[in-house]
């Protein structure tokens, strides 16, 4: 292995595409550690909603970075970074290979490329725009951020509140376009050589194994994990709470939607999340494609990468 940067294997892709199994296989054939790069995984007591691997998959190959906090605990691609580095480190001592294995497109980015030279939280402004995006929405602060910088908010969806309040901070603060600034970032002042591996299925057959993954999860008690959080006295506003699936089933507990409903809005949600993840990546130059079912090719791949 190169001595100057340590060797990184990247597994990314939409959700419900394989990412988690073929990481177990990939793991194994190599002699590597899983390093888990989606933002829910890290929260305890979030698994049946977030795909956590459990016992089993764990006894097969080491996992880092699940069960970090609790529920109510901030986590972002900051501390993401600053948790990560001395793991692949680690991992990197032993002569084993780290396998960042999620699809949490700014962690992998963050990880790999740095952050960018922002200036310290300025709490009141964050206050201001948290509470005006509480009053108004986030489409409307998108539409500021639109007005300010285009480039910015074409790469930001709409409902991203977090995101689209940290561009127009920077933007305040700064006085400079966040788009200028990613730019000239570039993302590229990487501690790692990486080889990123893009999992890609064809539209049709992710929504089918999306559809059929939201009903397995509430088959093994989703609904339950939720509720069972709440009795904890976790706040049902949290953003954890808030996120895809767990945010479904307390709209069914607090009787504001029928269980059929609920159902489906599971699904077109994820729908939706897993299109949003196909566009962050798709704009990455630097992930190669491949078909789950690819796997003999994906091991030349990272053969190659590696030796």
């Known amino acids: 292995m190169n001595n100057d940067k340590q060797k990184v294997i990247v597994l990314c892709g939409p959700t419900a595409s394989g990412k988690s199994s073929l990481g177990i296989e990939l793991a194994i054939r190599f002699t590597a550690e899983i390093i888990n790069a989606d933002s829910m995984q890290v929260y305890r007591g979030l698994d049946i909603g977030t795909a956590k691997p459990g016992p089993d998959e ?4 080491a996992h880092h970075l699940l069960d970090l906090v609790d529920p109510d605990e901030p986590f972002n691609a900051a501390i993401f970074r600053q948790k990560a580095l001395p793991i692949i480190t680690e991992i990197g001592s032993r002569n084993k290979i780290p396998l960042l294995v999620g699809g949490t497109g700014l962690y992998i980015k963050t990880l790999l490329g740095g952050l960018l030279a922002c200036p310290p939280l300025d709490p009141d402004l964050r206050n201001s725009l948290q509470q005006e995006c509480s009053e108004h929405g986030s489409a409307a602060l998108h539409d500021r951020l639109q007005t300010l910088d285009p480039r910015a908010a074409e790469k930001i969806h709409p409902q991203d509140r977090i995101r689209i309040i940290r561009a127009l901070e920077i933007i305040q603060l700064t006085g400079a376009l966040f788009s200028t600034q990613v730019k000239e970032h570039h993302f590229q002042d990487s501690p790692f050589q990486y080889l990123k591996i893009y999992i890609h299925l064809d539209r049709e057959q992710l929504y089918q194994r999306i559809n059929q993954r939201c009903l397995d999860m509430i088959e093994k008690g989703l609904l339950q ?3 069972g959080l709440l009795e904890k006295g976790y706040s049902p506003e949290l953003k954890s709470l808030k996120s895809i ?3 479904h089933m307390i709209q ?8 059929d409903q609920v159902v489906l809005d599971f699904q077109a949600d994820t729908r939706r999340y897993a299109k949003r993840q196909i566009t962050w990546f798709r704009a990455d130059p630097e ?4 078909n789950p079912e690819q796997k ?10 590696l030796y």
């Open 225 to 227: 994990e939720t509720s």
């Open 287 to 290: 992930v190669v494609r491949f």
């Open 245 to 247: 699936g767990y945010r």
């Open 252 to 259: 069914y507990l607090q009787g504001r939607s029928s269980w």
């Open 58 to 61: 764990c006894r097969l190959v």
């Open 296 to 305: 003999d090719t994906i091991s030349d791949a990272i053969n190659e990468f």
